[in-house]
């Protein structure tokens, strides 16, 4: 067979994106090899610390539910109807993601989702290698080196085509980038996050709304909690790097206690283990990716992290690669030439990364310093009040991204003119009762056509 129309292909990185891509390849007859650096989380267990919680959304489980895994990830999920605010003075406010509970997103622990993705690609036919990290690649002769960890020992394997699922790190993107420029540059934000678990109550019940995604907002800085199907909340706490307070400040256990008995008052009872989880777990950093170029000809293309690691306030990172892994699929089952195939992924998948990228950085300030706003309360009383006046024309931008499977920068712009429209028509504004509701119908047949 020729390169062109052999259907076979390798994927570096057996971790969310991996498995899916795998499955959804293997289930249309193309022989899948995947390798990764760690263990079988299988055999040896998930090693956590610094794995934020996952929200699963539409887009995600569009891809769950080709690949066949929707219905076991489920069983796991919790559901999350919105988000329940904590104010500095113990009020709480829960403020829905859509109108109903069938506009939800569900919470899922990134180990026991990775464990249920590699069953179901085994079971389709994926050929897995464990304890294999991607050392370097002779893309000329198409054979990559893979190392053992544990030994050292050195493994090669030929290649018709690599696909880097191998995330923000990757390896394969390294080894591209020695080949040609990526336009590779990386934007830190500044803050990093620690994470922290809440765990069952003496009943075995949860300790506070299990179907939420609770926020403590505090200007610069915040905490957030996530629910997990065994009655446990994953806790975690975004700081700046810098200042007071920061990570350059609060260094210990008891630095973290007194912080919370400043700023989280009522989450601090929530969590026993606050000193131990705080200096045993690692800061992990906060990071966007960019690049130019996802793909060398027809030899290797990054998804995912690997192609454009965001930031993860608006959730949608894991379904953003989920998305990448059925664009791929589906270009490579449509086109026979690979640098075609990947050419055309790229085109489509680049545009609508940078616009999520854009659209988790904006939602970051607007979890930590504006959800306890009254402009913005405002705001989303009007947002929902339109959305329900106007359902072919106004869909709040969180729906577009959520509960819709619209490109990302189709969403990222239309979300844009509705912001401006919200913000002007509240103006001068207090209370819905005050506004002129012809003149705001008026505004919004002019301005927002009707969306396909």
């Known amino acids: ?42 055999v040896q267990g998930y090693a956590g610390g610094r794995s934020i919680n996952l929200a699963l959304a539409e887009r995600g489980r569009h891809a769950l539910r080709l690949a066949g895994a929707d219905e076991a990830v489920m069983r796991q999920a919790v559901m999350m109807r919105g988000r329940m605010v904590h104010f500095l003075d113990g009020r709480t406010d829960l403020q829905r ?186 800061t992990g950093l906060l990071a966007t990716l960019y690049l130019d170029r996802w793909h060398l000809a027809g030899e290797a293309v990054l998804l995912g992290d690997a192609a454009h690691a965001m930031v993860p306030f608006h959730g949608q990172g894991m379904n953003c690669a989920f998305e990448d892994c059925v664009a791929l699929a589906g270009h490579l089952d449509a086109q026979p030439d690979r640098a075609a195939a990947f050419a055309a992924f790229q085109a489509e998948r680049l545009p609508n990364a940078r616009a999520i990228q854009a659209m988790a950085l904006e939602n970051y300030l607007e979890m930590r310093d504006r959800v306890d706003d009254d402009d913005y309360l405002l705001q989303r009383a009007l947002e929902r009040a339109l959305a329900e006046r106007h359902p072919d024309r106004f869909v709040p931008r969180y729906s577009m991204v959520t509960f819709l499977r619209i490109p990302y920068a189709l969403a990222f712009e239309r979300g844009r003119l509705q912001r401006e429209l919200l913000v002007e028509l509240t103006r001068g504004h207090a209370s819905l009762d005050t506004l002129d509701w012809d003149r705001v119908d008026a505004a919004v047949r002019e301005r927002l056509p009707p969306l396909a």
């Not at 991996?18 to 390798?35: C, E, H, S």
């Not at 990757?170 to 591209?176: T, V």
């Open 97 to 282: 993601y859509g109108r109903d509970d069938s506009e939800v997103i569900w919470s899922v622990h990134r180990g026991e989702l990775n464990v249920i993705l590699l069953d179901i690609a085994q079971h389709a036919g994926v050929r897995l290698h464990f304890h294999r990290g991607l050392e370097s690649v002779d893309f000329a002769a198409r054979r990559a080196r893979f190392v053992d960890p544990r030994d050292g020992s050195a493994h090669e394997a030929q290649f018709v085509s690599l696909v880097g699922a191998d995330g923000a790190g990757s390896a394969l993107r390294a080894a591209m980038a020695r080949q040609a420029d990526l336009g590779e540059r990386t934007e830190y934000l500044g803050h990093s996050y620690k994470e922290l678990e809440i765990p069952p109550a003496p009943d075995g019940g949860f300790r506070i709304e299990p179907n939420a995604l609770h926020v403590w907002p505090r200007g610069r800085y915040m905490c957030i909690a996530l629910p997990n199907d065994e009655r446990t909340f994953t806790v975690t706490l975004f700081l700046p790097n810098a200042g007071e307070p920061s990570f350059a400040s609060v260094r210990s256990g008891a630095d973290a206690r007194a912080l919370f008995a400043r700023d989280f008052a009522d989450a601090l009872p929530l969590i026993p283990d606050l000193e131990r989880d705080f200096e045993r777990n690692p």
């Open 1 to 42: 067979m020729s390169m062109d129309t052999d259907r076979r292909i390798t994927i570096v990185g057996a971790g969310l994106a991996g498995a899916v891509l795998a499955t959804l390849l293997a289930q249309r007859g193309w022989g899948v090899d995947v390798y990764e650096k760690r263990g079988d989380p299988r």
